[in-house]
C-alpha cells in the first residue's frame, strides 16, 4: 500500500496479517505487520535507470538505444514512414584533456550531449553509445531531405565553440553520419535485419559529402 502524507513524501509499504481466533475458531481479530519498503524500492529504480543510462550525461545508453531502435522499426511497421539514425564521434578527446587537464574531455561530453537538445525531434532519442560516440534515434520520418536537414542542423550546433575551463575549443566532433532504412516500406523484413542495414549505410551518408 502507498500512503501519502499531507506535508511528506508518500511512503510504500508491505502489509502482512495473522489472523487471531478464539478456541472455538471465532474470528477474534488479527496482528499486521507493516514494513516499510519504499527505500528499496527507490534504490532498484536507481539501479534499473543506471543500467540503461550513461552516468556521465544521463542519456541512455548503447542497450536501451538498441531497444528503442527496434521498437521504433516495429512501429514503422504499421505505417509509410521510416526511422534514421545518425551517428557522431568525438575526435581528439585524449588530446583536450592534455591540453585543458583531467576531466575536460568530460566536459566535451556533457556541453555536447547539451547542444544536441537544439535538435532534437519531440520524439527523438540522443544517446551516448561508447565512450566518445553518440546516436540519434529520429523517428517518423518520411524520406531522406528530413534527414539531412536534422544532420545539417545536428552539424550547425556542434561547430559553434564550447567553453572549457578558460579556454575554447571547436570541431571536436565528425561530421554526423547517418543510416537510413531505404527498404522498410517495401520489404516487410523482420527488424533484426533491418537494423543490420542501417549502420552500414552510414558509410554512404559519410561519403555523400560528409554532411
Known sequence: MVIAPRNAPSRTLVANGQPISDAGGRRLGAV?????????????????????????????????????????????????????????DLDRLRAVNDAFGYGAGSQVLMALSAKLDQVLRPDGTVARVGGDEFAILCEDVADE???????????AAIQEPMEIGDGQIRQ????????????????????????????????????????
Open 32 to 88: 499486521v505487520a507493516l514494513r516499510d519498503v519504499t527505500a528499496s524500492l527507490e534504490a532498484k529504480a536507481r539501479l534499473d535507470h543506471q543500467s540503461l543510462h550513461d552516468a556521465l550525461t544521463g542519456r541512455p545508453n548503447r542497450a536501451l538505444f538498441v531497444d528503442r531502435v527496434a521498437q521504433a522499426l516495429e512501429r514503422g511497421k504499421r505505417g509509410s514512414r521510416c526511422t534514421a539514425v545518425l551517428f557522431l
Open 172 to 211: 571536436v566532433v565528425s561530421p554526423p553520419r547517418w543510416g537510413w532504412p531505404r527498404l522498410c516500406r517495401q520489404q516487410r523484413c523482420g527488424g533484426s535485419a533491418r537494423r543490420r542495414r542501417a549502420r552500414p549505410a552510414t558509410g554512404e551518408g559519410t561519403r555523400r559529402g560528409r554532411l
Open 145 to 155: 531531405r528530413i534527414v539531412m536537414d536534422i544532420a545539417e542542423r545536428t552539424l
